[in-house]
């Protein structure tokens, strides 16, 4: 492949380089230019385009990624058709990701041209959520290097999702002078909720004195009638002969771990018992928030092994976010009451399910959608607003008149959503944490709740993702740390900053915020249900 100017005579079969514009005709980025093409180019007084020109042997670069995904061995995966360059695997089932390691790292090796990015091994995933991307780099690769990664792929399952069985659990909850029963309610509603994302069912649940004897004969009666026994233990485990261990080893079974290189989580015991897993629960594990007994219940709904040899290995990674009720944090967070964020409003979009009216302009209440967004916006605690604008940018212009926002301006807004979040992040200022992204088609977000997600965002240091969300679903609005910023910088085609957030690793919180995180308006139907009137 030949990457450069080329002169607009010889641009037949060429792939433009960027987005071009010949009269009322516009020309998207990586579009191949045909014969009557360059003749609306060369009528336009155009004479020479930057363009890749492809050799005889080169693939394009949907054409590689989809040889490639095509070639790959995986379960539970499921490959979406090639856009710009890009073929994304999502989940087929809610489950444990698994990846061969090696392979992914000898594909990666071929070529710069060609990479292959997924989540981290053991992730847990959701049905439909992306769990790997091939993407080529250029506009065309050569086929050969093509073949030599379709070879790589041959080798055998490259990564899988491990989907989550329908487990019967049963919970020992030991007992203690002192202990309150609401603490023993609250821990058995923490653990229901816990299992309900994997599909496993809580059948029963014993009350034991904190001593080895009755501990061991609740352990062996739960463990004839289900398929994994929990046993949350009064008082923390401070010894391998402890109540915990010492109960497993009484009704007969085996220790397989005590301790474990994980905070919050060390004090976690795995055991069997009649050929079944038993896990002494952490005292963390009351908690909701993710812990080292999440990493190892997971697996083990998954139906994957976890062994002492695994569990020595979770020592990278394995130091988590802080527990706020812990009564010794390790280090005092500092206050970071003053980080400062910005709104970047996404406003650029075509409407294209209205069928030509622009449902921005819609009038709820006698107001344009988008000036509603936009003053409920400015009416937060977030220092300033950016509004991304492209379709009807001059009816967007006037319908926020007035209004102290920063016009953010996307001449490629028909390229995807990709285009406006990069346009929108470019003119976030420099001293800002985060951007929070807000769309400019949900009428029930609110002030108050653009402020709740910024409290929270401050409270976690300015490091984790924060999203809106309704009835445990991921909604909208959304705010990202600055580390995000350079990969946005990156982002093609009409995908947003989600697959972002879930191959970056970082914390994700999610915020409760009602129904106004999951209602937006694309359809005339819903946007008339939601109390808007269209305009023309």
């Given amino acids: 492949m030949k990457f450069g100017p080329v002169p607009i005579d010889q641009a037949e079969g060429a792939v433009l380089a960027h987005a071009t514009t010949a009269g009322d005709r516009r020309f998207r980025k990586a579009h191949r230019l045909s014969a009557e093409d360059v003749s609306a180019l060369k009528a336009a007084g155009i004479a020479e385009i930057v363009a890749a020109v492809l050799a005889a042997d080169d693939l394009s670069e949907d054409a590689a990624a989809e040889k490639i995904a095509a070639g790959m061995r995986h379960r539970n995966i499921e490959a979406k058709p090639a856009a710009t360059g890009r073929v994304n695997l999502h989940a087929g089932a809610a489950g444990v990701f698994t990846v061969d390691a090696t392979m992914i790292d000898a594909i990666n090796a071929v070529d710069p041209t060609i990479t292959i ?12 959520q992306m769990v790997a991307t091939v993407k080529i780099i250029p506009f065309a690769v050569a086929s050969a290097l093509v073949d030599e990664v379709v070879k790589i792929c041959a080798g055998g399952e490259i990564f899988a999702v491990n989907a989550y069985r329908p487990v019967r659990i049963g919970v020992i909850q030991t007992v203690l002078p002192g202990v309150k029963a609401s603490v023993l309610d609250k821990t058995l509603r923490v653990t229901e909720a816990r299992l309900a994302r ?12 904190h001593e080895i004897a009755p501990v061991a004969e609740a352990a062996a009666a739960l463990a004839r009638d289900n398929d994994m026994v929990v046993i949350f233990g009064a008082s923390a485990m401070s010894d391998f002969s402890d109540v915990v261990p010492a109960a497993i ?13 994980v905070d919050p989580g060390n004090l976690l015991v795995l055991g069997t018992l009649d050929g079944k897993r038993v896990i002494g629960a952490p005292g963390c594990a009351r908690s909701p928030k993710e812990n080292g007994f999440d990493w ?24 988590l976010m802080e527990i706020p009720t812990r009564p010794q944090p390790r280090e005092p967070l500092p206050a970071r009451a003053g980080l400062k964020v910005e709104i970047v409003l996404l406003a650029a979009g075509r409407s294209s399910r209205m069928g030509g009216p622009n449902k921005l302009l819609a009038l709820f209440d006698g107001k344009p959608l988008v000036r509603r967004a936009a003053e409920r916006a400015l009416g937060s605690k977030a220092s300033s607003t950016v509004v991304v604008t492209g379709h009807q940018r001059e009816r967007v212009h006037q319908a926020l008149s007035g209004l102290d926002v920063t016009f953010a301006d996307n001449p490629d807004f028909a390229d995807g959503l990709s285009s406006s979040l ?11 944490a985060g951007a929070m992204i807000v769309l400019g088609d949900m009428p029930g977000i609110s002030a108050a709740d653009l402020d709740r997600l910024i409290e929270v965002f401050r409270k976690a240091g300015g490091r984790s993702v924060v999203r809106a969300a309704h009835d445990g679903r991921r909604g909208n609005p959304v705010l990202l740390p600055r580390a995000l910023f350079p990969a946005i910088a990156h982002l093609e085609g009409d995908t947003g900053a989600r697959h972002l957030v879930e191959a970056e690793g970082l914390d994700v919180i999610d915020v409760e915020i009602g129904d ?12 008339e249900g939601a109390g808007g009137v269209l305009q023309d």
């Fill in 117 to 128: 990015a997924t989540l981290a091994q053991h992730a847990p995933v959701e049905q439909g």
């Fill in 198 to 209: 994997s599909g496993a069912r809580l059948t029963t649940e014993r009350r034991t004195p």
């Fill in 249 to 261: 080893e009484r009704a007969g079974g085996t220790v397989v771990r005590a301790g474990m290189p």
């Fill in 296 to 319: 190892v219940l997971d697996r083990l709904i998954a139906g994957l092994d976890v062994t002492a040899k695994d569990i020595a290995g979770m020592g990278v990674g394995g130091l």
């Fill in 422 to 432: 990069k346009t929108g992040i470019a003119r976030v200022g420099a001293d800002a």
């Fill in 516 to 527: 106004g995180a999951s209602i937006d308006v694309d359809t005339r139907e819903a946007l």
